[in-house]
């Protein structure tokens, strides 16, 4: 609305990581337009080997790795999963159920709600786990006591429904569309044991969790100790430049002997805006206060818990928080009505956040990883007063 100022706690769906118009991005897609903004990947730019060097050097897995980009984060899964059938020789591939991974009929086969699976024709050797979701758990287990069981489901999929050669298993370290679901510690590296018996590879979607977001850490599964043989990077990473980023081990990535190519993938302008992110993120401090910012805010958040009833489960990492809200702690009934009418409030007032989980009950924030917790504060407070404004 004109002239209302709005503090931004969702980012353009966890996209603009650094604020909107960062100064320095913007300086450096000035000064890239101006000098060359399209060849295509027949030349090799400046700005675009420098990305791919920059993102290599922060592969969570095994180095030496090798990067190729496209345009959008279900391109880069397209990417990941072509890569990882090329490598193993092999097509089946496990997903997890409330997993989202994009908009191609393959990422659809993969995303696993119904909402988001349209079309009716899915990649049939796309097999998907239960999830990790410890507030509802899909065996009726609690957290620790449950062993992590959750964990071994992957290994029943792989026996039960494939040919037991799986190509790959693709998870978001934090589940983002699915209403930030937060793995318990374990549950990575038991399914990374068990794909990697099978010979096949492990691959982290990190288009929500990567570039920081998690606190700590410059990626989602570096937080579980588990190193993945692919990971996927899109949305932050460009800070609102459109990118999609396929980074693999050396060895993976070298089993493409076919061509490929995406005209505009490693655009030199949107290489230099993502390279600048990178510096910007590294230059002030931003994984590290996602962490210690993040800490502050989740305190807030808890808080919120104590007071409001409707809200049933705080969860996720760093500069990724959600709520999920419900109509009885005990049956845990979603409450997306009241999810929509609290996002709302809070619009209202000048704060804008994002909603998800299948029931559509889950509150997803995700601010700028530069916040401060003053700003931490004053979104605790609006969403105070939208859960107030919104009561009975
Ligand atoms: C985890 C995850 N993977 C993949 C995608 C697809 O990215 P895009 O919308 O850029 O194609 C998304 C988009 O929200 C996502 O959250």
């Given at each position: 609305m004109a002239g209302k100022r709005y503090l931004d706690f969702f980012g353009g769906i966890v996209t603009v990581g650094l604020g909107h118009c960062e100064p320095r991005v913007v300086a450096a897609i000035e000064k890239q337009i101006k000098t060359l903004q399209h060849v295509s990947t027949l030349f090799p730019t400046e700005p675009l080997v420098a990305l791919a060097e920059r993102v290599c050097e922060l592969?969570?897995?095994?180095?030496p790795a090798k990067a190729f980009f496209t345009n959008s984060g279900t391109e880069a899964i397209e990417t990941a999963i072509l890569t990882a059938r090329i490598h193993t020789q092999r097509s089946e591939v496990i997903a997890l159920r409330h997993g989202y991974h994009g908009r191609s009929m393959l990422a659809m086969s993969m995303t696993a709600h119904s909402p988001w699976r349209?079309?009716?024709?899915?990649?049939?050797?796309i097999r998907h786990a239960r999830a990790p979701?410890?507030?509802?758990c899909p065996l009726k287990l609690s957290y620790p006591s449950c062993g992590v069981?959750?964990?071994?489901d992957v290994e029943d999929v792989i026996k039960t429904?494939?040919?037991?050669?799986?190509?790959a298993f693709i998870a978001e370290p934090i589940m983002g569309v699915g209403g930030f679901i937060t793995p318990p510690k374990e549950y990575p590296g038991r399914v990374a044991e068990i794909v990697r018996r099978h010979e096949g590879l492990y691959i982290a979607d990190?288009?929500?969790?990567?570039?920081?977001r998690t606190g700590g850490?410059?990626?989602?599964i570096e937080q579980y100790g588990v190193k993945p043989d692919i990971v996927v990077g899109a949305k932050s990473l460009g800070n609102g430049v459109p990118i999609g980023l396929t980074m693999a081990r050396a060895a993976v990535a070298d089993s493409w002997k076919g061509s490929t190519i995406?005209?505009?993938?490693?655009n030199p302008v949107t290489a230099a805006a993502a390279k600048t992110v990178i510096d910007v993120i590294e230059s002030d401090g931003l994984v590290q206060n996602a962490a210690t910012t993040g800490g502050h805010f989740r305190q807030r958040l808890e808080g919120l818990r104590e007071k409001h009833a409707v809200v049933g489960d705080v969860r996720g990492m760093g500069m990724m928080q959600a709520l999920e809200l419900v109509?009885?702690?005990?049956?845990?009934?979603?409450a997306p009505e009241r999810a929509t009418a609290v996002l709302e409030a809070a619009k209202d007032q000048g704060l804008i956040i994002g909603k998800g989980g299948l029931y559509g009950n889950v509150l997803r924030i995700s601010p700028a990883?530069?916040?401060?917790p003053a700003d931490a504060d004053q979104a605790a407070d609006l969403l105070d007063a939208a859960f107030a404004a919104t009561a009975g």
């Open positions: 592969f969570p897995g095994e180095r349209l079309g009716g024709v899915q990649d049939p050797s979701y410890c507030y509802r069981a959750c964990a071994e429904t494939t040919s037991g050669r799986p190509a990190e288009v929500q969790t990567g570039w920081g850490t410059w990626f989602g995406a005209t505009f993938g490693g109509k009885d702690r005990e049956t845990k009934e979603p990883l530069n916040v401060t």
